[in-house]
């Protein structure tokens, strides 16, 4: 049986949402949101314009492109998505994790909606070249349940007829987004920049807009999900003026987690951070026979949330073998949160993403391989 390893991560907070605080994190560094004081006073437009006009910056949003914060996370901002411009054209649905599995629901069950629905098994991706683009597409950019990500936006048509409603909340600031082939974008604050839940960011093209201004869906909506008034769209949700109160120590917390990434070096120093942490898993899970990526094409492997299964012949009962691995590095400490979702293959979901360490990933790997050799061992001795 391995030697239990001497050396420890110093953050042992490697959970896939809400992820990592920056490394820099502290409480005194949200001094400075302005608590108890109105959203729309001066202040409070000011530091949500703020948040807007340094993500833009950051993750390189044309400048024509609407950024606007949304209630209700990645979710509340995919969901007004769909609910406030699909149903326009036909519709294809894609789905190869949890999450887009769930926006086929919706738009199956909820809308009723004419659709088109493909789905790849974990590890998989659908055919995105047979993929039509003059319907609407709703798909996720990177799977943060299966590991699995669009390698590239190239097959993507660039006078498609179609929107493309994209789901990137596990890959914005860790991946190249290509802006031309994206017509709604969504992202939440608790994943690669570490900040807090609750809050949703939605990018529109000028396509999307022009949808928007140019279709009245046939079902209500809810006023959370209002993005136009009299045909013409909410300039003020983009600009700052939120449908709904937001948490100003959230908007504080997401402002912190920017200055960081800009004093790195912005989107570049994000997405090298990541890259080195998945690569530190990736050359673990080479050199082992018992452990493997989830996804099945290294083009299409995430750099963020990276989902792993064990492959070794002598476990009788996967799940409950990788529960209990996840449950011995909880009990030492040293991993926290890395059980894979519930709707996936057994195994095990390492978070990434710029906000972790790579010191951290590398101390966690030997535990990992001993917290292994252990279940092995105790199945050998249970049989």
């Keep these: 049986m391995t030697t239990q390893p001497t050396a420890r991560p110093e953050n042992p907070r490697f959970s896939s949402g809400p992820c990592a605080k920056p490394p820099t994190f502290t409480l ?11 959203h729309r006073a ?3 437009k000011s530091k949500l314009k703020a948040a807007i006009e340094t993500t833009r910056e950051i993750l390189g949003v044309p400048a024509e492109y609407r950024i ?9 901002a995919y969901e007004m998505a769909m609910w406030t411009m699909l149903g326009a054209r036909p519709v294809e649905m894609l789905a190869w994790e949890s999450f887009g599995s769930g926006w086929v629901t ?36 990177n799977g943060t349940t299966s590991g699995v990500k669009v390698p590239s936006g190239d097959v993507i048509s660039a006078d498609r007829a179609g929107l493309t409603l994209c789901d990137a909340t596990s890959a914005a600031f860790a991946q190249d987004l290509p802006w031309d082939k994206l017509d709604v974008t969504t992202f939440s604050w608790q ?11 939605l990018i529109l093209s000028p396509r999307a807009v022009e949808r928007l201004e140019s279709y009245t869906p046939p079902w209500p909506l809810p006023k959370i999900f209002r993005l136009t008034k009299g045909g013409k769209l909410i300039e003020g949700i983009f600009e700052g003026a939120t449908i709904n109160t937001p948490s100003m120590l959230c908007v504080e917390d997401y402002l912190q987690a920017l200055a960081w990434a800009k004093s790195i070096g912005g989107l570049p120093a994000l997405k090298a951070r990541a890259d080195a942490n998945a690569q530190a898993v990736w050359d673990f899970c080479e050199s082992r026979d018992w452990i493997a990526n989830l996804a ?9 949330s990276v989902c792993l299964k064990f492959t070794d012949p002598r476990i009788a009962d996967g799940a409950a073998f990788a529960k209990a691995v996840a449950k011995r590095l909880e009990a030492e400490g040293v991993a926290l949160d890395i059980g894979g979702y519930r ?9 990434c993403g710029a906000t972790v360490e790579t010191s951290d990933i590398e101390a966690l790997l030997p535990w990992i391989e001993w917290a292994f050799d252990a279940e092995i061992s105790a199945q050998a001795q249970a049989a």
């Design 28 to 38: 005194d560094s949200l001094s400075d949101a302005p608590l108890g004081r109105s």
């Design 296 to 304: 099945s094409d290294p083009a299409t492997r995430s750099n963020t």
């Design 68 to 76: 606007g914060i949304v209630p209700a996370s990645d979710t509340g």
């Design 191 to 201: 994943k690669v920049m570490g900040g807090e839940a609750a809050h949703g960011m």
């Design 343 to 351: 709707d996936a293959p057994p195994g095990l979901r390492i978070w």
């Design 42 to 44: 001066s202040i409070g």
């Design 106 to 141: 919706d738009a199956v069950k909820q809308l009723k909606l004419d659709c088109k629905t493909t789905v790849a098994e974990y590890g998989e991706i659908v055919d995105l070249a047979a993929v039509d683009w003059d319907k609407d597409v709703c798909f996720t950019w």
